[in-house]
């Protein structure tokens, strides 16, 4: 922990008018790297999310021998080594805060000739691994973790995988990445059965650089053995980013924001799904398809919230929105009901205590429970919240402002820079009147 902390001071009331875009997905930036440097050929990204998390993957394959230019804003020229041209990074990786470098890591750490350890941030050190360290193992892998589970992971080089059928107990894309990687390197098929639908974009990534993915039902398989093609990668603004925008101008009256170029994948909108089933005023413009991902501009206006159950089948797909769902649920009318989502435990933060902590000390009543909570909307008051280091915390009661009847300041906001650097200066260009300051602890 570092003895410093970001405070966010956050002025009550306002609305959100006009044109933004948020910065480049960050589950799709990660993949760019990963699939780019293991292709033949250079592979050129634009919109290339440049927050901590994805530069963290950058800079690992840049340590595994990898060139990789930044000629520009979110522009990445990528000079392919080839799926077994890795070179040993002789020193410890370190992937900081980010759990999807490390558990998608650990899959092609798995297939590759040298020993790997793969370290994290405090956060990212209390993050559980066997879901991917125990079916890579069945692959064949060999890999150590802490005695509870958690990084640092240490890879061994040159075990030979062989393709399994897994069927993966939670509804993970991390875990299912995961093997799907490995799966490139294993003798034979690796399938992946989903318990439901998650982000499919590994897949579609892989199909992109030209490598057979097949799919049944909610099985999905690759055969060992084949090569990926460089090319070009037109990465999306993260709908995750966005969620926060489309709840602070739902919830704040006078509000009309126009978010461009959104990725709108199907595995992806339950947020735009969810908001929608609370009365919101969400409209889809310029529909498209870029380098196999569905794009769409987002218009978004104040309308009244009412409290709703979250239909489970949507919380895979809206898995990472949460903290800002829970602040719609604050400002609207009655109940919102979420069950199914214990996931959200084991993410940056316990997301569900962290939360309820959050709206707690800002007066708005909810009941946490083991796999998701209870709110009940009401006045959002004043007060001092801690992140908890967590980014998606920060920048959701960020957001609660907007309905605030004073000011609310945040504690413990730097990692809002693993996905979304920018995020104070467009929240203010949007309307809002954010300040940062760094202080001691
Ligand atoms: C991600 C998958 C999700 C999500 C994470 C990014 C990915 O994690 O929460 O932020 O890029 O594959 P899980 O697979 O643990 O649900």
Do not use: W
Request: with cysteine.
């Amino acid at each position: 922990m570092t003895n410093t902390s970001t405070l966010f001071t956050v002025t009550p009331g306002g609305a959100l008018k006009g044109r933004i875009r948020v910065p480049g997905d960050k589950s799709i930036s990660h993949r760019s790297i990963m699939l780019g440097s293991l292709a033949e050929g250079i592979t050129e990204v634009e919109g290339f999310l440049e927050g901590e998390d994805s530069l963290a993957t950058l800079e690992a394959f840049r340590a595994m021998g990898v060139s990789i230019e930044r000629p520009g804003p979110g522009r990445v020229i990528i000079h392919g080594v080839g799926l077994k041209g890795l070179r040993d990074p002789t020193m410890p990786v370190n992937l900081g805060n980010s759990g999807t470098s490390m558990r998608l890591l650990a899959g092609l750490m798995a297939g590759q000739t040298f020993d790997v350890e793969m370290v994290g941030d405090e956060s990212l050190s209390r993050r559980p691994m066997r879901r991917v360290t125990s079916p890579l193992a069945q692959m064949g892998a060999t890999i150590s973790t802490s005695p509870e589970g958690f990084p640092p992971l240490r890879i061994k080089g040159g075990c030979r995988l062989k393709g399994i059928h897994y069927d993966m107990p939670v509804a993970s894309a991390q875990v299912k990445s995961a093997l799907l990687l490995a799966g490139l390197y294993a003798q034979g098929r690796t399938c992946v059965t989903e318990p439901a639908p998650t982000r499919d974009h590994t897949e579609r990534m892989l199909t992109g650089f030209g490598y057979t993915v097949s799919r049944e039902g909610s099985t999905v398989c690759v055969e060992g053995g084949g090569s990926l093609k460089g090319g070009h990668v037109d990465v999306p603004a993260d709908i995750s980013s966005a969620a926060f925008f489309l709840v602070g101008a739902s919830i704040a009256p006078n509000s009309d924001l126009y978010l461009e170029h959104v990725g709108i994948n199907p595995t992806r909108i339950g947020v735009i799904n969810i908001l929608r089933q609370m009365g919101a005023n969400i409209e889809l413009l310029n529909e498209k398809e870029v380098g196999g991902e569905p794009v769409a501009d987002l218009r978004v206006r104040y309308s009244p919230l009412k409290g709703i159950r979250i239909p489970e089948e949507q919380v895979p797909l809206a898995i990472d929105e949460f903290p800002a769902l829970f602040v719609a649920a604050a400002c609207a009318e009655g109940q919102t009901v979420l069950s199914g989502a214990a996931e959200l435990r084991v993410k940056e933060s316990d997301r569900i205590q962290t939360m309820a902590d959050g709206l707690a000390i800002l007066g708005v009543e909810s009941s946490p429970r083991d796999d998701g909570i209870v709110i009940t909307g009401g006045q959002i008051g004043a007060g001092r919240v801690n992140s908890h280091g967590d980014h998606r915390i920060a920048m959701a009661f960020t957001m609660a402002a907007l309905r605030a009847n004073e000011v609310i300041v945040l504690e413990d906001c730097a990692n809002v820079r693993t996905s979304f650097p920018d995020f104070v200066p467009l929240a203010n260009r949007a309307g809002m009147v954010i300040s940062e300051h760094v202080v001691g602890r």
